[in-house]
């Protein structure tokens, strides 16, 4: 079975589990992704959802390692970017673009030199 993981914010996390339930993908993109990858390809397809609401390009690559390197994923799904620029215009605390390009880009390189095949 091939892994698909959902990383990101609030927009990822749309209310998923933190219990351990890794059925509980919350109620956003990636039940409906996880959902028709098992309709169309049955069995072929699990979906994990690690998404952290209020996350910043930031946040998640200080996690990369223990949120998605250690779990071996075969695809990756990035959506992070909301709270880097609301957080910079309504309180100077979010990520400028230039940081963001730079840490996303060694989040990918990263990602890329441990999981080769993803």
Known sequence: MKTVLFQGDSITDAGRARDGDVYNRGYGYA????????????????????????????????????????????YISILIGINDVWHEVANKNGVSADKFVKVYSMLIEETQEALPHT
């Open 31 to 74: 039940t409906m992704v996880s959902g028709l990858l098992g309709w169309k390809y049955p069995g072929t397809y699990n979906g994990i959802n690690r998404g952290i609401s209020g996350n910043r390009v930031v946040d998640l690559y200080a996690r990369i390692k223990l949120d998605c390197i250690n779990l071996n994923p075969d």
